[in-house]
C-alpha cells in the first residue's frame, strides 16, 4: 500500500470538493468555529485552484486526500488538507505535505506555511512531527479559538 500525489487539474474541483466535504465533516458543531469548508461549493474550490493549485493524493487507485497551495510572498501557504476518514493514519497527509514541500522551490518559495486550529491539537502535533514550528498564535477570526501559523523552510532564499 504506497500513498501517489499529483497536482490536480482544474476538472478536478468537483473531487476536491467531495474530498474535502466528507474529511471535514467530522467537524461539524464539533469545534468552537465551524470549518469554512463545509461551506465552500465546487466553484469555490475551482475559484481556488485558478488563485493557486491543489494536490490529489490516492492509496492503491483510490482517492485519499487533497490539500490546496497558493503561493503569498516568499512561502507557498498550504489549507484545506483533507484526508477521508477511511485513508486517515496511513500517510496521506505526510505525503501530500512532502510533494508540496518539493514543489514549493519550483514556484520560488522557501517555505510551506500553514494553519492549524487550537481546537485540533492532533493535526498541531502531527505538523511538528513533519518539521514545522508555530511562528505565530493568534485569535481565530471568526470566533473563540486560537489559529497557529506553522512554518518549515524547504529551500535556502534564492
Given at each position: 500500500m504506497s500513498v501517489q500525489v499529483r497536482l490536480a487539474r482544474s476538472d478536478d474541483a468537483d473531487l476536491i470538493h467531495r474530498i474535502t466535504q466528507a474529511a471535514f465533516a467530522e467537524?461539524?458543531?464539533?469545534?468552537?468555529?465551524?470549518?469554512g469548508a463545509l461551506t465552500e461549493t465546487v466553484a469555490d474550490v475551482a475559484a481556488a485552484l485558478r488563485q493557486g493549485g491543489a494536490v490529489l493524493a490516492t492509496i492503491d487507485g483510490e482517492h485519499a486526500g487533497a490539500a490546496r497551495?497558493?503561493?503569498?510572498?516568499?512561502?507557498l501557504y498550504?489549507?484545506?488538507?483533507?484526508?477521508?476518514?477511511?485513508?486517515?493514519?496511513?500517510?496521506?497527509?505526510?505525503?501530500?505535505?512532502?510533494?508540496?514541500?518539493?514543489?514549493?522551490?519550483?514556484?520560488?518559495?522557501?517555505?510551506v506555511r500553514i494553519g492549524v486550529r487550537e481546537s485540533l491539537p492532533s493535526n498541531v502535533a502531527l505538523y511538528q512531527t513533519l518539521g514545522y514550528e508555530v511562528v505565530k498564535i493568534e485569535p481565530h477570526p471568526r470566533g473563540p479559538d486560537r489559529s497557529f501559523t506553522m512554518r518549515k523552510l524547504v529551500a535556502a532564499h534564492a
Open positions: 467537524y461539524r458543531g464539533a469545534l468552537p468555529v465551524e470549518p497551495f497558493v503561493r503569498e510572498d516568499e512561502d498550504v489549507g484545506r488538507v483533507a484526508v477521508l476518514p477511511s485513508h486517515r493514519r496511513q500517510g496521506v497527509a505526510s505525503a501530500m505535505m512532502g510533494y508540496l514541500e518539493q514543489l514549493a522551490p519550483s514556484l520560488g518559495c522557501a517555505a
